[in-house]
C-alpha cells in the first residue's frame, strides 16, 4: 500500500474531469485531507515538494498515520481506533486480491505512525519523507503477541489474508479480473475468476464508507453468483447478513465471497 517514496499526485486531469470533478481543487482536497488540514481529517501526512505559487503538493506519511490511527491514539478513542485499523485492513485486502504480487512495506505489519525523530536529525532532517521510513521501535513489535492490542489485529490480519490467498485458485494472477459498477460510490468490487474452475471465483467487496453500504442480490446474480445470499466470507466462514435485497457490508470492512468454503 505504501513505500519509501512519497504520495504523487499525478494522475490525468482528464480522468478527473471525466469523474465530475475539477482536477486542481481535486489535488487540493486530497493534499488538505491526507495532511490534515481538512476539517474533519483524521490523517496525519505532511506536505512534501510544495510549490507555494500553485499549491500543488506530494504527501508523506506511514499507512496508519494516513489511516487516522495517529490521531486516533493521541485522542485514546476507542471507536476511531478501531476504525483506523479497519481502514488499514481494508486496503491490504485489496493488494492482497487484485492481482500481481502485494508487497508490505516494513512497519505495515504493525500499524506503525510517522517517525518524527527523524526530522531532528541533521543529515536527514530536511526531508519529511523520513517520518515514512521509520526506526522499528521492537518493544511495539512484540505487541503483535498480545491479543487485543493494534499490533495484534493488524499483523494477525494480514497473516490470516496471506494464508487464505495461498489457498485460493482464483488468485492465481492469470489476469483474470472483472471490475464491477455496482451503482454505489461507496463500494469498490471485483471478481477474480477461473474460467477452468468457474465454482472457486471470488466477489471482492470492500466499502470505504464508515458506514454499512448494501450491494444488490439482483446485481450479483446477473453477473453468475446464483444465489448471494449463500455466498461465504473465506476469511470468516460466515455469510453477510441481506437487508432489503442487499448482502449488507460494514464500514470500512471488506469481504472475499465465494460459492465454495
Not at 495532511?35 to 515538494?49: D, E
Not at 526530522?119 to 505487541?143: C, F, S
Not at 442480490?217 to 442487499?246: M, S, W, Y
Request: hydrophobic content about 40%; glycine content about 8%; overall charge negative.
Amino acid at each position: 500500500v505504501r513505500c519509501h517514496d512519497d504520495i504523487g499526485l499525478g494522475f490525468a486531469d482528464s480522468d478527473i474531469l471525466q469523474a465530475g470533478y475539477d482536477p486542481g481543487q481535486h489535488r487540493k482536497f486530497l493534499v488538505d485531507f491526507y495532511t490534515g488540514n481538512f476539517p474533519g481529517s483524521p490523517a496525519r501526512g505532511m506536505p512534501f515538494a510544495k510549490n507555494e505559487k500553485t499549491g500543488d503538493a506530494r504527501i508523506s506519511g506511514t499507512l496508519a498515520s494516513l489511516a487516522g490511527l495517529e490521531s486516533a491514539l493521541e485522542d485514546a478513542d476507542s471507536e476511531q481506533i478501531d476504525l483506523a485499523v479497519r481502514r488499514i485492513l481494508l486496503l491490504h485486502s485489496l493488494i492482497m486480491s487484485f492481482g500481481g504480487i502485494p508487497l508490505l512495506y516494513y512497519g505495515d505489519e504493525l500499524a506503525t505512525i510517522n517517525d518524527y525523530g527523524n526530522l531532528a536529525d541533521p543529515e536527514i532532517g530536511y526531508d519529511n519523507r523520513w517520518i515514512h521510513r521509520p526506526q522499528i521501535d521492537w518493544k511495539r513489535a512484540e505487541q503483535r503477541a498480545q491479543a487485543g492490542t493494534v499490533e495484534y489485529t493488524v499483523f494477525e490480519g494480514l497473516k490470516e489474508m496471506i494464508a487464505v490467498r495461498r489457498e485460493t485458485p482464483a488468485f492465481a494472477d492469470f489476469n483474470n479480473r472483472e471490475l464491477l459498477n455496482t451503482g454505489n460510490e461507496h463500494l469498490f468490487a471485483f471478481i477474480r475468476y477461473r474460467t477452468d474452475l468457474p465454482k472457486t471465483n471470488v466477489l471482492v467487496v470492500a466499502n470505504f464508507d464508515v458506514q454499512a453500504q448494501g450491494i444488490s442480490c439482483e446485481f450479483l446474480r446477473q453477473h453468475g453468483f446464483a444465489i448471494p445470499e449463500r455466498l461465504t466470507d473465506l476469511l470468516t466462514g460466515k455469510t453477510l447478513e441481506v437487508v432489503n435485497g442487499n448482502l449488507l457490508l460494514p464500514g470500512c470492512e471488506f469481504a472475499w465471497l465465494s460459492e465454495t468454503q
